[in-house]
């Protein structure tokens, strides 16, 4: 969690030197989510079309063998119902022989038929006949009616020749046997998918070289952009820098007068706050950057030229 705040952690906007670092850390942690979440996508896509097809191609076989050896494998009640034969095993050597040759043309290595009781009534491995597989979930589902199929990786596993095939990935099906609308057993029908398993590794490999390209292809773009967007605010911020230091040192400079200022309503000298009279002239000199220039105005000329006739 604390690895994931430093990687998603928000970089100091007013620093543009550190959104790069940002970017790339944010980036490099897209690129793995990306890349991992596509490989388990495409992956997960490509096997279960991998068991889809194994799945209808089993169904199919199962149907075909069922109906071909119905006589073998089923009886007809007297209400007119099929159940499947307590004898089957008595019949194994001849349904053994037909599965065999039927089942070279495709890839199935095993095959099994349970009774509902979850007896193994016939396998192509004789030594498990006659075993119950009572905690078996997906052969329940299959006596409930359903089809399950699930791949699963075998190290050893003898094929319908009684050859051994190691390191073997295989579509396990389970298929009711419902000539009606009663399931009297379940085929288990183990597919050889192998070749299709490397094929979709193989997928999965030039997927993820292909994404890995265009997104480092896409955020190196976005870098570059990035980058050079972040020189401009740089500039922009230098030169702003600048200027606010102009303008400070421009109102440093600049004094004001303001508030209430006593003045002399006579003399007209005013009154600072250590309680000293000035000039009006030396006051405002003081408190800002105006200075006096001296002459005098026409009444007052008027009034000190008959002053002056008057001496």
């Known amino acids: 969690m604390l690895f994931a705040r430093r990687i998603f952690k928000f970089p100091n906007f007013n620093d543009p030197d550190a959104l790069l670092p940002a970017l790339v ?21 490509s096997s279960q079309e991998v068991i889809r097809d194994a799945r209808e191609t089993a169904i199919k076989v199962s149907r075909v063998m069922y109906e071909q050896q119905r006589d073998a494998l089923a009886s007809l009640d007297s209400d007119g119902k ?118 979709i590794l193989h997928i999965v490999a030039v997927t993820l070289i292909w994404l890995t390209a265009i997104l480092l292809l896409v955020f190196a773009c976005s870098y570059l952009v990035i980058r050079k967007a972040t020189g401009l605010i740089k500039e922009v911020q230098q030169s702003l820098a600048e200027k606010v230091e102009q303008l400070e040192d421009a109102l440093a400079s600049v004094k004001q007068l303001e508030g209430i200022i006593p003045i002399c309503s006579w003399c007209k000298k005013i009154r600072d706050d250590e309680k000293s009279w000035h000039q009006l002239e030396q006051y405002i000199s003081n408190h800002s950057e105006a200075t006096f220039s001296h002459g005098i105005c026409p009444e007052c000329y008027d009034i000190q030229m008959k002053e002056i006739e008057n001496m």
């Open 82 to 199: 099929y159940r499947l034969l307590h004898s089957v095993q008595a019949n194994t050597p001849l349904i053994d022989r037909y599965f065999r040759s039927y089942l070279r043309n495709f890839d199935i290595l095993k095959i099994k038929i349970y009774s509902p009781s979850k007896e193994i009534i016939y396998s192509s491995d004789p030594k498990i006949m006659g075993m119950v597989d009572s905690d078996n979930w997906r052969l329940k589902r299959a006596l409930m009616g359903e089809v399950d199929s699930h791949m699963e990786k075998k190290d050893r596993m003898l094929d319908l020749s009684e050859e051994a095939k190691f390191n073997v990935s295989v579509v396990e099906t389970y298929i009711p046997i419902s000539p009606g609308n009663k399931t009297i057993g379940v085929f288990e029908i183990y597919t050889d998918v192998t070749d299709y398993r490397k094929e």
């Open 25 to 45: 850390r944010i980036a490099s942690a897209s690129i793995m989510v990306i890349l991992t979440l596509s490989t388990i996508a495409v992956y997960q896509i």
